[in-house]
């Protein structure tokens, strides 16, 4: 087979690559220096969508409609666009070894790619039950949602069984939006996580509660403090054994328990910390022709003075404009700001819609309505650490209190009292 030499090449097909193609294109990347490689067959899209409107029994959000960068209020890039700005799209390449000694990526057919630069935009992978070796983990009637085939392979399940019954096993991120889904398409659904209250990386209790029972109310069962232990397969679909002895029955089980960063290509090769691919500033790796963006990396989060790996859709589209224009930088011998993130959550369930800005460290300081009777009940969260707000939390903000959240978020301002942030709740922030 040939070999192919361009100038830059973007190894991953998600919202990394998507974007960072996006900014070689405005940064006139000439025709023909620019390869993007997936392993998937489709263009790079926003992946939010997979959890959530892919799934909707109702006008279901197809490509092209969510191809990058539409996520972020951007021009959708639908394959004609890469022809159009003269970028090879490399798709249905699975990409088995990296040598970055000698520039060289080999493809599963057997392929070589050579490159001068390297964009490695390879995200992460879901933990899977068999990775646990859990018995019976591996019936075709459970589901991960990571790529598109995996939200085309739910979605004919759900409709090959109206009104069944669904068991999510997780209760982070993904968990709920797929109980919401789930239960939109009219499944009774069951969500089992082993820890005492759901998406405990970020929630505090007492935000969880207002969850959890809302949850309830839509007819979500909610099983915490214990795992599936094993799973048994009959015409009926799954039986799932609990670790406390339970067994729930279930048409379709979806699991969402967490992603690891792809990073085994690369392994020995560039150095590693916290469990991704290390890199400064700029996301340029240990080695120098060699930057990495996205879910993969551990990198300087200048406001927290400390390094870290963030997973969310926002630092995979800004990381890659970042690592982009350090690109060019350096070509150009120019240098730019360093990357400054403000780490950003956000989610949507039901008629749910929640972000956070900033750090979950510190007291937490709960202010508004958090009871889930309560129709369109609107709180939040401010945490406080040596004085200063670092991080806030809201639910049912308007754009302009979302906005407001994020800058306190960055400013970090002081507070005298606790109770003045209870009595004062979105007001605080809104005043800042």
């Not at 405990?200 to 099983?223: C, D, S």
């Not at 915490?224 to 009959?234: H, L, M, Q, Y």
């Not at 020995?268 to 930057?291: M, P």
Request: charged share 25%.
């Amino acid at each position: 087979m040939a070999e192919k030499h361009f100038k830059y090449v973007i190894i991953g097909g998600g919202v990394s690559a998507g974007y960072a193609a996006r900014e070689f294109a405005k940064q006139g990347v000439k025709p023909g220096e620019l390869a993007l490689i997936s392993k998937e067959a489709v263009a790079p899209y926003e992946r939010p969508a997979l959890s959530k409107a892919y799934l909707f029994p109702e006008a279901p959000a197809r490509l092209p409609g969510f191809h990058v960068c539409v996520g972020s209020g951007g021009e959708r890039l639908l394959p004609e666009w890469y022809t159009e700005k003269g970028i090879e799209l490399i798709l249905n390449t699975e990409i088995v070894k990296a040598d970055l000694a000698s520039n060289t990526l080999t493809s599963a057919a057997g392929a070589t790619f050579k490159f001068d630069i390297l964009i490695i935009a390879t995200g992460s992978t879901v933990f899977r039950l068999t990775d646990f070796g859990i018995p019976g983990a591996d019936a075709k009637n459970i589901f991960y949602l990571r790529e598109i085939d995996d939200a085309d392979k739910l979605n004919e399940a759900i409709k090959a069984k109206k009104a069944g019954k669904a068991v999510i096993v997780g209760g982070g991120y993904i968990g709920l939006e797929l109980a919401a889904v789930m239960k939109i398409n009219n499944y009774d659904v069951t969500m089992v996580y082993p820890e005492p209250w759901c998406m405990p990386r970020l929630f505090t209790p007492e935000i969880a509660a207002f969850y959890e029972g809302y949850y309830a109310k839509k007819g979500v069962k909610i099983i915490k403090g214990t795992v599936a232990a094993g799973f048994d397969s009959n015409s009926n679909g799954e039986a799932i054994k609990l670790k406390d002895g339970r067994v729930l029955d279930a048409d379709i089980v979806v699991v969402g328990v967490g992603a690891k960063p792809l990073t085994t290509l690369f392994k020995g090769q560039v150095e590693e910390d916290k469990g991704g691919i290390k890199t400064d500033a700029f996301f340029r790796t240990s080695v120098s022709n060699v930057y990495a963006v996205g879910d993969v990396v551990t990198f300087p989060l200048k406001m927290y003075e400390e390094i870290r790996r963030v997973e969310h859709v926002d630092h995979a589209r800004k990381s890659a404009e970042q690592a982009v224009k350090a690109v060019k930088a350096s070509e150009e011998g120019k240098t730019i700001d360093e990357y400054d993130y403000l780490p950003f959550f956000y989610s949507r369930s039901f008629d749910l819609s929640w972000q956070f800005y900033g750090d979950n460290v510190g007291e937490a300081v709960l202010f508004g309505d958090s009871n889930p009777e309560t129709p369109k009940a609107k709180f939040g969260s401010y945490w406080i650490k040596d004085g200063k707000v670092v991080g806030v939390f809201l639910e049912s903000g308007s754009a302009e209190e979302n906005k407001a959240i994020a800058k306190v978020a960055k400013l970090q301002p002081p507070v005298t009292s606790v109770d003045q942030l209870t009595k004062e709740g979105i007001g605080f922030a809104c005043k800042i």
